[in-house]
């Protein structure tokens, strides 16, 4: 029950332009697609209100999460039984090194830091974040964690925090990026997964797949200032950039749930997402969202405004987590 309270496509890419017509294409905003069944990486060009196929990269043994860098010059993924992070050239649309090291152990969520210049990369196994330079794809540290099974990661607006969410601590964990250890840690609820930051920089929203809740945390003082309830499983979540909607990707609803931020509780606007959605991205307007779906194998593009799915893109076999390159 929904629980409502206020508180064969992939090996085209390469036939559909010559060489030097993709390199070019790759110039623009860009949507990158990890396929964890076929060890592929898709690259699709942002085109209008759909998404057409540039190029499919190898990738490592059950590639599950991507990140960017700030830059847009590098996507990074995550090989959770490779061991391994694969590092990809944006402007030369290819696999630019394979990072690997015995401190990448299941290999989850990644973030990279506000310059480019570190990866930030959770290793579920042992309980740790591990850095690296990416200027030479170089480990510089492991960061033990005081929690189980670490997922996710996020860099705070300022760029100063790492924030960690894990599936068998009900707190957030944040590490000071430039010390390089765990600063703090504080409570949320249980099994915290997806997490998102206001537009003013001034609160945390962190979903809880357990729970199916959303709870808002105070930057300033770590402290809970409200909770509201969501459809099943909220695994993923971006915000509106006029802070007006968080949109929640509830996987085992199937839905998309839009939660207004401003104003009263809201529990009508929701769409059907279809089957295992898993990936969730936005553009930087926040005017269109893209979601992956295991079992489709498609990327469902949504307008925010219409709030209805504009294009169904084909995405290969299995695609897991996405990424929006401007």
Known sequence: MRKFFLAALPVLAAAL?????????ANGPLVVVVNRAAKQIGIFKVDGQSLAPLRTLPAGDTPREVCLSPDGKRAY??????????????????????????????????VVSADSSKLYVVATNRNSVVTIATSDNKVLKE?????????????????????VAADKTPKIAVIDAAKGTVAT???VGNEPRAMAFTPDGKSLLVGQVVDDTITAVDLGTHKVTGVRGTPLSPQRMAVSPDGAFAYVLARMEPELFAMPL????????????????????????GTLLYVTSNE??????IDTKSFKVVANVPAGKDPNGIAYRP
């Open 185 to 187: 840690s504080f409570a």
């Open 296 to 301: 489709n194998n498609n990327i469902q593009i």
């Open 143 to 163: 960061i033990p964690l005081p929690l189980a099974e670490p997922r996710r990661l996020a860099l705070s607006p300022d760029g100063s925090k790492v924030f």
């Open 17 to 25: 332009c010559t060489p030097a017509d993709t390199l070019a294409q």
């Open 77 to 110: 993924v995550s090989n959770q039984k490779g061991k391994s992070v694969t590092v990809v050239d944006l402007q030369k649309l290819e696999v630019a090194a394979t990072i690997t090291n015995e401190a990448l152990d299941g290999p989850d969520g990644c």
């Open 262 to 285: 401003k104003g009263p509780h809201d529990e009508s606007r929701t769409l059907d997402l279809g089957k295992l959605p898993w990936g969730l991205a936005v553009n930087p307007a």
